[in-house]
């Protein structure tokens, strides 16, 4: 089955010191190597600050764009993973791998599996 391990955590300081900022990479890549090596990555990137994200909401037939997240909070969401694991033990256990559970948070969420006809769907739509 599919999870995705959403890493949420404080936004990174700009003025943070290279030093701290290569450990944090090279921490990172060595879990991601991690799962390559066991054939468990199935997808991942790492996401922009919330200051360049857009909030888009459609009300009464008008889309409204907000500058920024919706809501407020202290810790965003930074990153994620997508693996395959045998179950959810298995996905929790990738999860505490993840260099951000020191400092922030990660939720782990199975993958809806949609029927047959709506992945065929979904596939066909994304290709174009």
């Known amino acids: 089955m599919q999870y995705a391990l959403l890493i949420y955590g404080p936004e990174p300081a700009e003025d943070a010191?290279?030093?701290?900022?290569?450990?944090?990479?090279?921490?990172?890549a060595e879990f991601t190597n991690h799962l390559v090596g066991r054939g468990a990555m199935k997808g991942g990137e790492a996401l922009q600050p919330t200051a360049s994200a857009t909030t888009?909401?459609?009300r009464d037939g008008r889309t409204i764009t907000t500058d920024g997240p919706f809501a407020e909070t202290k810790e965003t969401l930074g990153g994620f993973?997508?693996?395959?694991?045998?179950?959810?033990?298995?996905?929790?256990?990738?999860?505490a791998m993840i260099p951000g559970a020191k400092l922030g948070s990660i939720e782990v969420r199975p993958v809806l599996e949609l029927p047959a006809e709506y992945a065929a769907a979904t596939a066909g739509a994304a290709g174009n």
Do not use: N
């Open 56 to 58: 888009v909401q459609v």
């Open 81 to 95: 993973y997508l693996v395959e694991a045998a179950d959810l033990d298995e996905a929790i256990a990738y999860a």
């Open 17 to 28: 010191p290279d030093d701290l900022m290569a450990a944090e990479f090279q921490a990172y």
